[in-house]
């Protein structure tokens, strides 16, 4: 049964950093693409950043792009995402995702706020 488990998450000032991870287990990681994604209260869920099954590959939404960096540690089956100078903006509940299977974690609160 793949299993996906987020955590690292937590209430962080503006211009904090904070980094998530995503447990994987039950399938084999090291062979799928893997993504971030955010639900904020009111808003649709959104896209935040997607990894290559080998890491040679990342892709970012224009919102996060050049503050957050996902990576990947096949050997540990372990999706990070790690995230600098924060804004309100960033506050939402953080899922992984394997979308060729469309397995979801059940996300990680993060609140920025002063």
């Known amino acids: 049964q793949a299993q996906l488990v987020e955590s690292g998450g937590g209430l962080v000032h503006p211009g904090g950093s904070l980094s998530l991870s995503c447990a994987a287990s039950?399938?084999?990681?090291?062979?799928?693409?893997m993504r971030w994604w955010r639900k904020a209260p009111g808003k649709a869920r959104e896209f935040v950043a997607g990894?290559?099954?080998?890491?040679?590959?990342?892709n970012y939404a224009s919102s996060v792009e050049g503050r957050f960096t996902i990576s990947r540690t096949n050997a540990k089956n372990t999706l990070s995402l790690h995230m600098t100078a924060l804004k309100p903006d960033d506050t939402a509940v953080y899922y992984c995702n394997v979308p060729q299977r469309n397995w979801w974690g059940r996300g990680t609160q993060v609140t920025v706020s002063s």
């Open positions: 039950g399938f084999h990681f090291g062979r799928h693409i």
């Open positions: 990894i290559s099954s080998t890491a040679a590959t990342t």
